[in-house]
């Protein structure tokens, strides 16, 4: 059951648009099912005698009493706004639970406590089947205004608590660091121009992936602008300094053929211009030279990362571990946009659902995660996806994602846990369809019986506790291939075994050998080191800085798919 609370000023226009047939005639049967007094409050739904203006006056009764007080000035935002939704799915309410459902609710809010005789006028007004709409004017009998300090959340627990007593769907409680919902006619404005999401909900996704691979403050609102996207910034009277910025999606105008602007704190918390801030380096940081790096280190740098920011999980340092799950969120969009095949689907899914799990009312510590998020962007410039080395970074994510649900969930994030499950399904998926033939082709060239013998001798040694489940894992073959090619790489099997075996915990993995695949797979060739050690000290010169690549097109859909992936 979901209750969103507004405010607004105008009595008249709320009443009409309640009674009235809707945006899209969609409104059935409006009719009032509970109000502060039945009888005083006249019903145009029912009742052909009544109007919008008589019900609008009795309303407002006690706002015209307090505006003759003030002189003629009306209390700003007086019209309180209630909608409540029950879950799709959920069984039909009748109308005398949807009258207990609107007391409950104004009870629970401060509009209207159980046996205040001068509590402010309300009505629930119910015009289809899945919900009513709570309406008052928030000035009492007695001229005061009514306490509804934190009345959203307040709405929110009664709902919980309503949902177990009505056997309806328990949904996720929230901690207002989510996004805004899309109003009703914004969805409706997207459903009439054939769009499958709103403005407001592309434009949040364009600007996560963007922010997630530049580098600066001003690569941000230039790459928006590549997009098509129109940028508006705010520029503080003194200094002349960006202090805040609204976006506006191509083609997405008002009635007056207006740009529809956005801010980026009502896309979305993390997206305000000071909450960038502090995940985007400064200048200077951003114009130091970089140096050339081994495409392949960087698929591995970033994958240590990533381990890494599991470790910090289990830290108990919570400011830390917020600050490296919104790292792995730009992450995520960054991988999504590195990677090639069939499975790109799946994790740029897995990103966009993410977003709700990066932030909670933690204040992160994004320095901490320096190291991640800087591994992550150098993937926006990479070039080429190295094979096995892009699966073993695929594989950290699943187990990241699933240790980020956990993490939220033993702190009561339960929109937060649900968020970081749903990635996690969808990085499980992705790495399914991206390893399967790999793991398939390790297999067909494992090596001969000998070997294989003598790689297992590895892991009994090394592993003794763990070797009976490893070499029962369908992985193991391929493991064997794999071992085989770190030999030749210059690594000492048994030594390397017992190294990743004691990166982390093999207790809870299912299947032991594919973790240990993937963690030799990510391990650097120790003979292409010893080559590159020798020529450094030959040459005695230091790596050429280089030119970065030309920021990779990000997740962010280009301005003419807007229309198919909106």
């Known amino acids: 059951m979901v209750p969103d609370v507004s405010t607004g000023s105008n009595t008249r226009g709320l009443i009409a648009y309640l009674f009235g047939p809707g945006r899209r005639d969609e409104h059935t049967d409006p009719h009032i099912v509970a109000a502060w007094d039945m009888a005083g409050a006249p019903d145009p739904g029912r009742d052909p005698a009544a109007t919008y203006t008589q019900l609008a006056k009795r309303l407002d009764h006690h706002v015209d009493l307090r505006t003759r007080e003030l002189g003629g000035k009306k ?84 709902c919980r608590k309503i949902e177990a007593e009505f056997g309806l769907r328990h949904l996720k409680s929230g901690d207002l660091t989510a996004p805004r919902t899309p109003t ?55 200094t002349g300094d960006v202090i805040g910025y609204s976006l506006a999606a191509p083609g997405d105008t008002n009635a007056a053929g207006e740009p529809v602007w956005y801010g980026g704190s009502k896309l979305a918390p993390d997206l305000s211009i000071n909450r960038l801030r502090e995940r985007l380096p400064d200048q200077k940081v951003a114009d130091r030279p970089r140096h050339v790096a081994d495409p392949a280190a960087l698929w591995r740098h970033t994958t240590t990362a990533i381990d890494t920011a599991r470790t910090v999980l289990d830290s108990g340092d919570d400011a830390a571990a917020q600050g490296h799950l ?52 150098e993937l926006a410039y990479a070039s080429g996806e190295p094979g096995g080395l892009a699966i073993a970074l695929l594989f950290a994510t699943v187990h990241l994602a699933r240790a980020a649900a956990k993490w939220h969930e033993q702190r009561g994030h339960e929109q937060q846990a649900a968020a970081a499950e749903e990635a996690f399904r969808h990085l499980q998926a ?54 085989a090619h770190a030999e030749t790489a210059g690594h ?75």
């Open 75 to 158: 209390p700003p935002q007086h019209v309180w706004h209630c909608p409540v939704r029950t879950a799709p799915g959920d069984r039909y309410l009748t109308d005398a639970e949807w009258a207990e459902v609107a007391r409950r609710i104004v009870h629970a809010t401060g509009i209207a406590p159980e046996g205040d005789e001068k509590a402010c006028r309300w009505i629930a007004v119910r015009h289809a089947d899945d919900h009513i709409h709570l309406m008052a004017t928030t000035v009492r009998t007695d001229g005061r205004r009514p306490r509804t300090h934190h009345d959203g959340q307040r709405a929110q627990a009664e």
């Open 184 to 238: 009703g006619a914004e969805r409706a404005k997207a459903e009439r121009q054939g769009q499958t999401v709103t403005a407001r909900h592309w434009l949040r996704e364009q600007a996560y992936a963007v922010a997630a691979a530049v580098r600066t403050e001003a690569d941000y609102f230039t790459v928006l602008q590549s997009l098509g996207i129109k940028v508006k910034t705010r520029l503080g009277p003194e």
């Open 326 to 377: 919104a790292a792995f969120g730009d992450a995520l969009y960054n991988i999504a946009s590195a990677t090639t095949g069939p499975h790109r689907a799946e994790l740029r899914s897995a990103a966009m659902a993410f977003n709700r799990a990066r932030r909670s009312a933690i204040r992160a510590d994004h320095e901490a995660a320096t190291a991640l998020r800087k591994a992550a962007k």
């Open 430 to 483: 992705g790495y399914q369809q991206a390893a399967a033939p790999v793991l398939a082709d390790l297999a067909r060239r494992a090596p001969r019986a000998a070997t294989a013998r003598r790689f297992e001798q590895d892991v009994r040694a090394a592993l003794p506790d763990h070797a009976d489940r490893i070499l029962a894992d369908p992985a193991w073959i391929a493991l064997t291939t794999t071992l």
């Open 492 to 566: 000492n099997p048994r030594r390397l075994l017992a190294e990743v075996g004691t990166q982390r915990e093999l207790d809870s993995a299912e299947h032991p050998a594919e973790v240990l695949n993937w963690r030799i797979t990510a391990q650097p060739n120790r003979r292409t080191q010893a080559a590159r050690s020798r020529s450094t000290t030959t040459s005695g010169t230091t790596s050429m800085s280089a030119t970065p690549h030309p920021l990779a097109t990000p997740v962010a859909t280009k301005p003419e798919e807007r229309s198919r992936r909106r």
